[in-house]
């Protein structure tokens, strides 16, 4: 089995990068703070390279970053991470934007993308249902992938396998 891996590139002037393995199935989430028992799919790639991290606003309306830039050049195809039901297709402020619920409360958006869904189509994990497009801070060169729990962002990540902890080992002579 060819195994996938993430870069996680961390905020400037870091010199802390991760890998995530990336090719365990789809999952879910009851609870914001419950991670879910299996994994999604990636909706790009492979190669999968996270370009910018899921940032947490301190408050609902400051900024921040409320997902992860996964890189993607205009016109590849974008699958479906778990099952749901698209709920909404279409423009927002420029970009098209595709939402899928996930039940239990979890939805996924991404952006810049044509979509290839309307909403109310059942989708299937790993289903293509988009092209990616451009506009949007990712004009180009990525797609934004986030994620909503009960209308909460939360860390993509979570939801791939999260980033893993990292061990230091002793130096040997």
């Known amino acids: 089995m060819l195994a996938v891996l993430v870069v996680v590139l961390a905020a400037p002037g870091s010199a802390a990068a991760s890998t995530v393995d990336a090719t365990a199935p789809i999952g879910r989430a009851d609870a914001i703070g419950e ?29 921040g970053h409320r997902g992860i830039d996964l890189t993607a050049a205009p016109g590849g ?12 297709a279409g423009p ?33 994990a790993g289903e293509p249902v988009a092209t990616v497009a451009t506009g949007g801070h990712c004009d180009g060169e990525c797609i934004h992938l986030g994620v909503r729990v009960h209308g909460e962002y939360v860390s993509p990540l979570r939801w791939f396998g999260g980033v893993p902890r990292a061990v230091l080992l002793p130096m040997t002579g």
């Open 92 to 124: 927002v402020a420029g970009r098209g934007v595709l939402s899928i619920d996930h039940g239990d409360g979890v939805v996924s958006s991404i952006e810049p993308v044509d979509a290839a869904v309307a909403a109310g189509d059942a989708v299937r």
């Open 77 to 88: 195809t974008v699958v479906a991470t778990a099952p749901g039901v698209v709920s909404f």
């Open 35 to 63: 991670a879910p028992a299996d994994r999604w799919v990636w909706p790009v790639g492979p190669p999968v390279l996270v370009i910018e991290p899921f940032r947490a606003p301190p408050t609902p309306y400051s900024a």
